[in-house]
Nanobody, 123 residues
Framework: QVQLVESGGGLVQAGDSLRLSCAAS????????MGWFRQAPGKQREFVAA????????YYADSVKGRFSISRDNAKNTVYLEMDSLKPEDTADYYC????????????????WGQGTQVTVSS
């Protein structure tokens, strides 16, 4: 069992940067791959980024590639999402999730989810 708590969301202007954190409980964090998803009002939750358990491999949605960076610190049981050059269309609730097996991109394959943190980007 893993409990996930996101933080770092807020209101920023277009072009600004923001770093989200996701703190995990439990001593098995390093065995999970981790992902970030987002859900804008009235839209389905979508994949943003993922990172393998070791941190060696990362994956990104085309819409954020080159602007967002996912990383993890297994010693701190934390995964991060660095978001640069933010756009109004990045406005959403952002969720982190833990994956034991399956596709990094497929929402239903993730086993544990946080409660989300809100990111609002004004133009």
């Amino acid at each position: 069992q893993v409990q996930l708590v996101e933080s770092g969301g807020g209101l920023v202007q277009a072009g600004d940067s923001l770093r989200l954190s996701c703190a995990a409980s439990g001593h098995t964090f390093s065995t999970y791959s981790m992902g970030w998803f987002r859900q804008a009002p009235g839209k389905q939750r979508e994949f943003v980024a993922a990172i393998s358990w070791s941190g060696d491999n990362t994956y990104y949605a085309d819409s954020v590639k080159g602007r967002f960076s996912i990383s993890r610190d297994n010693a701190k049981n934390t995964v991060y999402l660095e978001m640069d050059s933010l756009k109004p269309e990045d406005t959403a609730d952002y969720y982190c999730a833990a994956l034991t097996g399956g596709s990094y991109y497929y929402i239903d394959d993730y086993d544990y989810w946080g409660q989300g943190t809100q990111v609002t980007v004004s133009s």
